[in-house]
């Protein structure tokens, strides 16, 4: 028998916060113990709790902790085919063989988040609109789907095994099977630093336009943004891009040994701000201090300060207080593209919504999976923290978002109304057919599954 | 040469820090458990993230062939055995183990028995000079708690034993280690209540291996449950008996 812990669980945002009773196995067993169970008819698989919403709860149902089962299971030095259990972390992933020239071909802004959740959150990163989601580098995944029997079996999908359970399954929100394992293509680089480059735009045409320019053919792009700046103001943007750093433009005391990493840094928020440490003021200050901070326009960095500048302040979520924050992440097409982000942040700004610098990017083409995120457009995250009036807020810029043709990604939300998903995601009866056929009688379930009405 | 280090009960969550602790200064691995395919999948880990050997060994406690036990490692190892850890334990809820003998019986076979058969049957095979044994005991066998004392009884005969092993290898130049762990986030103590001070088991697993390496008697992990134990040790019996610890 498994043993439960009972657990008030929250995901990154710290809103909300549901009593789970979590099992975290340690062995496949266990796994199998776990959800065999009978004692929950519900369960979820969770990793490390990086997605933002509800999507890794199960109010008064079971959570199945997967971060016990981080094992490498094969690495071919080859081809560079990673072949792992679903608990292991990206940063575990990095350490190991980023110095041997292998990075993964996407990585979200957080290395503490593990491949289970990379797959079921179909996660893109700053090279999207380069090198695709997530999907674009699994090659395969082993699912454990629930049969008739209560026994739990286990099936390997891919591109050419069951193409639509497999395409489901990415960006699926863990409700089409556990994952247990799956191998991923990772790529070759030739150092462990990026060749990063930061420009400033005053304004919201100026960053668009610097996006379509120069920073268009970068691999890796993005843009942090001030939406709290006004009138002449309103946009301006720090404009981010690189690619990983050829040995010969390192400096000579890296060349030795270019793929070697310092350990990173790191530092921890001690305990949960009060709930006025983050005001309309302190954050505008603070991010009219990052927007005019010196920075150099090129500079050799270290791939994990590149790619997770948060990653160095453990727990940062604690700065929004006890009540949490919601990040608020939509995709709006390039067509209306810049007319809708200018609405979302007039909108946010109207509301004096406090965030700290959001972040914009440009996307590249839409993944095959029904309920995956990203497409061809700008997307755009908020960080806003939880107060009483701002799921309102937020269920307004839904309604912006739905007008442009947009959609909200289900790994950062815990506010999205039934009716708005399902203008934002048209291919959701596609979802449900795959969904009903492998688990026709709700033996996974999420908060966020039943909020967004996805049980069978 | 690379040092050849043999863990057994592999599977457990102090195991595999102390192994991950092993394959990053680079050791040769065997890995024992008896549930073999755990122990591939733990193999195929420490291979794939350190380029270290890695050999998956099955192993029934209860069941237990030392000698041949320690030819089959010998002949993975080429020779060569540095270091043995033994991991293995056996919890058993104290009240079922009240009413169920065959628990009694498993939970001594399991945490003294088997312990003692590995450390014979090991040492006269070691590589020494510097050849560690170390053993995972726990602060539970440091005193009888009424909640837990079978399992308590177990790990006290095992640190009486290494207490004794420990001198008597000192001519051999094997190092003996009583490995006391507190309270180690596992899946041992996963959702148990009482719990604080809860230790991550890879850093666990790291003080194990730097304790073994310094050549400690005992090693408290983590190190503040040396104080903690010590001032329980001193609390008089008259009094202890009148605590519900």
């Not at chain 1, 008030?8 to 067993?29: I, K, Q, V």
């Not at chain 1, 893109?124 to 029997?149: C, Q, R, S, V, Y």
């Not at chain 1, 010196?294 to 050799?300: L, T, V």
């Not at chain 2, 076979?109 to 050849?131: D, I, K, W």
Request: charged content about 25%; glycine content about 8%; proline content about 6%.
């Amino acid at each position: 028998m498994p043993r439960y812990k009972d657990e008030s669980l929250a995901c990154w945002g710290n809103h909300p916060r549901h009593d789970c009773s979590s099992a975290r196995p340690e062995s496949w067993r266990a796994l199998d113990d776990a959800l065999n169970d009978d004692a929950h008819a519900t369960r979820i698989a969770r990793g490390l709790g990086r997605s933002y919403g509800d999507a890794a709860l199960n109010k008064d149902g079971a959570v199945v902790r997967t971060e016990r089962l981080d094992r490498v299971l094969d690495f071919d030095e080859r081809t560079g085919v990673l072949h792992a259990e679903a608990g292991l972390a990206l940063k575990d992933v990095n350490r190991s063989f980023l110095p041997r020239g292998w990075f993964p071909g996407v990585t979200p802004g957080s290395a503490y988040v593990t491949l289970g959740g990379a797959i079921a959150a179909n996660v893109h990163g700053k090279n999207h609109h380069a090198e695709g989601a997530f999907d674009a580098w699994t090659d395969a995944i082993e699912l454990l789907l629930p049969t008739n029997n209560a026994e739990w079996e286990p099936r390997w999908v891919s591109r050419d095994d069951d193409p639509e359970l497999f395409h489901a399954t990415l960006g699926g929100m863990g409700l089409t099977g556990v994952v247990r394992r799956a191998s991923v293509r990772m790529k070759p680089v030739p150092s462990a630093h990026i060749d990063a480059r930061y420009q400033k735009a005053p304004n919201l045409d100026a960053a668009l336009e610097g996006f379509a320019g120069d920073y268009a053919h970068m691999p890796y792009s993005v843009a942090w943004i001030d939406c709290l700046a006004t009138g002449g103001d309103a946009g301006r943007s720090v404009l981010i891009g690189g690619d990983h750093a050829p040995v010969d433009a390192l400096p000579s005391v890296l060349r030795a040994e270019p793929l070697k990493l310092e350990p990173p840094k790191r530092r921890r928020v001690p305990f949960n701000f009060p709930g006025a440490a983050l005001n309309p003021l302190s954050v505008r200050a603070f991010n009219a201090l990052y927007y005019r901070s010196p920075r150099p326009e090129r500079r050799i960095e270290p791939a994990h300060e590149f790619f997770y500048p948060l990653d160095a302040i453990l727990e940062w979520n604690r700065i929004y207080g006890k009540k949490g924050f919601q990040q608020y992440q939509v995709v709006i097409p390039f067509e209306r593209g810049a007319q809708g982000v200018r609405t979302l942040l007039d909108r946010s700004a109207k509301a004096k919504a406090a965030s700290f610098l959001a972040v914009r990017k440009a996307m590249g083409p839409e993944s095959e999976g029904p309920l995956s995120f990203p497409m061809p457009g700008w997307t755009l995250a908020l960080d806003l923290k939880q107060t009483t009036r701002l799921d309102a807020l937020l269920a307004d810029l839904d309604a912006i978002a739905i007008e442009f043709g947009g959609r909200r990604y289900l790994a950062k939300d815990a506010s999205l109304t039934r009716e708005h998903f399902r203008a934002m995601y048209p291919r959701l009866d596609e979802f449900m057919s795959v969904r009903t056929r492998v688990d026709p009688h709700g033996a996974l379930s999420s908060s966020l599954s039943r909020r967004l009405g996805l049980d069978p | 040469m690379s040092r050849g280090t043999v863990i057994v009960g592999a599977t457990s969550a102090i195991a595999r820090g102390v192994a991950r602790a092993c394959a990053e200064r680079g050791d040769r691995i065997v890995l024992a458990g008896r549930n073999h395919d755990e122990c591939v999948r733990l193999a195929n880990d420490l291979h794939a993230r350190h380029k270290v050997d890695a050999h998956a060994v099955r192993i029934d406690l209860e069941a237990l062939d030392p000698v041949a036990f320690v030819d089959e490692c010998s002949t993975l190892m080429g020779g060569a055995i540095d270091t043995l850890v033994c991991c293995q334990g056996f919890m058993a809820d104290q009240g079922e183990a009240q009413r169920d003998h065959t628990l009694v019986e498993r939970t001594n076979l399991v945490n003294l028995t088997s312990v003692v058969a590995l450390c014979e049957a090991f040492a006269p095979r070691m590589r020494t000079p510097g050849a560690q044994i170390g053993v995972v005991s726990s602060v539970a066998g440091d005193r009888g708690r009424p909640s837990n004392h079978i399992y308590g009884a177990s790990k006290a005969g095992v640190n009486a034993y290494l207490e004794g092993l420990g001198p008597r290898l000192r001519d051999q130049r094997i190092s003996v280690t009583a490995i006391r762990p507190g309270f180690v986030d596992t899946a041992m103590t996963w959702g148990l209540p009482g719990m604080f001070l809860v230790a991550d088991p890879d850093d666990v697993g790291r003080s194990i291996v730097s304790g073994m390496s310094e050549g400690k008697p005992v090693v408290y992990t983590p190190f503040f449950w040396r104080l903690i134990m010590l001032i329980i040790r001193c609390i008089p019996g008259p009094i202890y008996r009148r605590l519900s610890l």
